[in-house]
């Protein structure tokens, strides 16, 4: 097997194109994670969440199938012309689309319902024709994914992720036979005989070949991990696949059965994940592979005239989050799952323009036509891009390294300053001993400190101010206020692996917005299914890799028992999860009682991650705490935990990280992503205000280095370190906690049309009860039915100018 890698030093010949590099330059979007986009050709608005672009036989049409939290949709697109043809809503879909070969048909993928749509395309329209029922809808386990048409034969092949089956379906009769894959299925491809199917075993890190007449599968080829999208050369002699987790696309002679090459999409050798490739498409010639790399903004391009021999030729920018590629004529097609830009919600989640009539006894909570909630406020964007010269292709390359922030050097070298608690380079030694990570829930920056005044924030949309988080403040305002801190994730399904992994992977990204969306599916995140952890693991694997010890309080570990393999020992049993019936100060007491037996045997780890997350609330469900309760409770017990810490041995040598794993339920002036920070210890300024761009994977790089673990994916490796947030004049006096404002016995005792709503919903797991309805229930109960909030002042993301020390670039 061979792997060819993208070098490093690529030649740039910019002497006649310097104008369109700065014209690139000049237009560069900077996105809330610290990477930017560039992208180029020409655009049409999609969907929410585009996952798939199939084209028609005559190259005509093309349909694309929009999958995210909020509406779903399929588009027709006439391809020639570049317009939309139509778009119709659909219920519930995920991936999976085939054309009739005489596209007078679409087959889709029906998501949750556990079916397959047929549609007539008539008039350049799509009908709703038929549908095959594989079984019952949810909660009954099946979730098709990718389909293989045989129109010839009558026979539709669906691969599935949550039954991990194949379906052979007689389309004549409807009936079919099931056969086991033993693992996630993403998609599959017909051979040009129509002999073979060939599956990508999403789950399993293999491609499969079935064999149509024997009905078995015949050949099993391991692949990288996360096989998604395959592209099969016309004479059917090579398939191409992408493993999302290894940045890689795996070369197959089919003939021979085996892995002829491996191509390193990556901007680097031997880059940690980060890319994410996750979509393949070959030039009309077969000469050249465009490889759609997710998660660094852009498509990789291998020059194929040699087979076996592959070589690279650089990198064309495209949208946030590139999820598909196809190629006609000498046009490349891109589905970006994110589109162009990250943007503020001002309007969201809140019911900030209610309708003029109101009929709360239908359950109606007054939300706005159009809620700005994170989930689904980026919209996709379809990409057409005619394939570049070599000079074009070097411009665009060089604009894609400059979008991104991470390098092969900063894997062990970091920005900073000598002297600094936080080291410049992997494995130099920090004053820092004890890291202690709390991980809270779901609160935006305006939504909590938006009223401190050195900050950059809005107070109209501030929800729990001073008065109901008097220690957040005092730890904002004492020690380092960040006002310019987003985090990498949309809710929690990816917060929390976000938190803890700096990554969310494939599997995670593209289905966490159905169940999100209320379409069925189940939380896969934190451990719970094994396709939708990062590779390498965690923080913790990093820990034990670099002999690190490490302990965790409830994150990824339900009913006190780790949902991992690498937290067997290393979970505090008494330590209560996520129930809300549990108090955060309740939780505090638990971590005292275990802290103290730790530290009088001197075992206290070098890494604990905590989880506090009561400011999640339960809205206004009757005869549970308010939200201003919860929010005061979880609060409280932060300022109980530094305080007991502060006055402990230990604190001189200690360091306190917290945030929320997203920003999912409230508004910002500035980005969606925008979220409360805080830093506290010893070796933390006093007084500071930093306005840098920092992220989730920020705090991540920050821990890593002082407790001397490399980065375990790029957006780390790539992520500022917090280390203007730190002197080297320590100040160990102790935190007092401030006394709670509020009664945190109270409890919604006002019975009406919200509280009857609210009894509807889920609240024993996280982000179980739909986000718009909770944020507007939220909203409404605190604010009053009535409410309607100021127009607040709007506001762009910007990056802030900050001087760097150390760069290494």
């Not at 399929?74 to 879909?93: F, G, R, T, W, Y």
């Not at 689904?376 to 010269?389: A, N, V, Y």
């Not at 905590?610 to 409770?633: C, K, Q, S």
Request: hydrophobic share 35%.
């Amino acid at each position: 097997m061979k792997w060819i890698f993208f070098s490093c030093c690529v030649l740039f010949t910019l002497s006649t194109q310097a104008q369109s590099l700065q014209e690139l330059n000049d237009h560069r979007i900077k996105l809330p994670n610290g990477w930017s986009l560039t992208p180029v050709g020409s655009s049409l608005p999609l969907g929410d969440l585009p996952l798939n672009m199939v084209v028609s036989k005559s190259k005509k049409l093309m349909a694309i199938t929009n999958n995210g939290q909020s509406v779903q949709s399929i588009q027709l697109i006439d391809i020639n012309k570049q317009v939309e043809l139509d778009s119709v809503v659909i219920a519930k879909s995920w991936y999976g689309l085939a054309f009739s070969d005489d596209e007078q048909f679409l087959y889709a993928a029906g998501g949750n319902d556990n079916w397959i749509l047929k549609y007539a395309i008539e008039n350049k329209k799509l009908i709703l024709k038929d549908s095959i029922a594989l079984g019952k809808k949810w909660p009954n386990k099946i979730a098709p994914s990718g389909l293989a048409l045989d129109d010839a034969a009558n026979r539709l092949y669906v691969v599935t992720r949550d039954d991990k089956k194949l379906y052979s379906i007689n389309l004549q009769t409807k009936q079919f036979d099931t056969l086991s894959l033993d693992a996630e299925a993403y998609t599959c491809l017909l051979s040009p005989d129509k002999q073979t199917l060939y599956i990508s075993l999403w789950g399993g890190d293999k491609v499969l070949y079935y064999n149509i007449a024997s009905k078995a599968i015949t050949t099993s080829i391991a692949v990288g991990d996360n096989p998604n999208e395959m592209f099969l050369t016309k004479n059917g002699k090579f398939l191409y696949v992408a493993n999302a987790n290894d940045n890689s696309v795996s070369v197959i002679d089919v003939a021979k059965k085996q892995v002829i090459e491996t191509l390193n999409a990556a901007l680097y050798p031997n880059a940690p994940s980060g890319s994410t490739s996750n979509g393949v498409a070959l030039s009309s010639n077969e000469k050249t592979l465009y490889v759609a790399n997710a998660d660094n903004n852009c498509l990789a391009v291998f020059d194929l005239s040699k087979p076996g021999e592959s070589k690279s030729k650089g990198f064309i920018p495209a949208g946030w989050y590139p999820t598909n590629v196809k190629v006609v004529g000498n046009t490349i097609f891109v589905s970006n799952g994110k589109g162009f830009t990250s943007m503020a919600n001002p309007y969201g989640p809140g019911p900030y323009r209610p309708r003029q009539s109101v009929n709360y006894q239908q359950g109606d909570v007054n939300k706005p036509k159009e809620v700005q909630y994170i989930g689904g406020l980026f919209k996709g964007t379809l990409s057409m891009i005619t394939e570049p010269t070599p000079q074009q292709l070097s411009i665009y390359s060089k604009a894609v390294y400059d979008n991104t922030p991470y390098t092969k050097s900063k894997e062990l070298n970091a920005t900073g300053e000598v002297g600094n608690p936080i080291p410049m380079k992997v494995g130099e030694k920090s004053p820092i001993k004890h890291v202690f990570y709390i991980i809270k829930e779901n609160r935006t920056y305006d939504q909590v400190l938006g009223d401190i005044k050195a900050g950059n924030g809005d107070t109209s949309l501030t929800l729990f101010g001073d008065k109901y988080t008097p220690n957040q403040h005092a730890l904002a305002n004492n020690f380092v206020l960040l006002d310019n801190f987003y985090v990498d994730a949309e809710v929690s399904a990816d917060g929390h692996n976000w938190s803890l992994g700096a990554l969310a992977d494939d599997y995670l990204e593209k289905t966490w917005p159905t169940s999100y969306g209320g379409r069925g599916g189940s939380y896969d995140a934190e451990g719970n299914r094994a396709i939708a952890n990062n590779k390498g693991g965690f923080i913790w694997n990093n820990c034990k890799r670099t002999n690190v010890s490490y302990r965790t309080y409830a994150e990824f570990a339900d009913n006190a028992k780790p949902n991992i393999e690498i937290l067997k020992n290393h979970v505090c049993s008494s330590y209560a999860g996520w129930d809300l019936n549990v108090r955060d100060t309740t939780r505090y007491y638990q971590w005292q009682k275990d802290f103290d037996s730790l530290l009088a045997i001197n075992q206290v780890p070098q890494f604990n991650s905590v989880r506090f997350g009561n400011d999640h609330t339960e809205g206004v469900r009757l005869g549970r705490p308010t939200p201003f309760a919860h929010v005061a409770d979880n609060d409280l017990a932060v300022g109980m935990f530094i305080e007991y810490l502060s006055k402990s041995p230990i604190w001189k040598e200690s360091v306190v990280f917290i945030l929320e794993d997203d920003a999912q339920n409230g508004p910002d002036h500035v980005d969606a992503h925008r979220s409360p920070c805080y830093v506290v210890g010893p070796y933390v300024k006093r007084n500071f205000v930093d306005h840098t761009m920092y992220s989730t994977s920020s705090v991540l790089r920050t821990m890593e280095l002082i407790l001397g673990m490399p980065p375990m994916t790029q957006y780390d490796a790539a992520a500022e370190p917090m280390w203007r947030c730190f002197t080297a004049n320590a100040d160990a006096t102790p935190y007092i906690a401030k006394a709670s404002n509020v009664d945190l016995n109270e409890k919604n005792v006002k019975a009406n049309a919200l509280t009857t709503l609210s009894e509807k919903y889920n609240w024993r797991k996280e982000d179980a009860v739909p986000d718009l309805v909770f944020n507007n229930l939220l909203w409404k109960g605190i604010k009053g039915l009535d409410y309607v909030v100021p127009a607040p002042s709007r506001a762009a993301f910007v990056k802030q100018s900050v001087q760097k020390k150390g760069d290494d670039n």
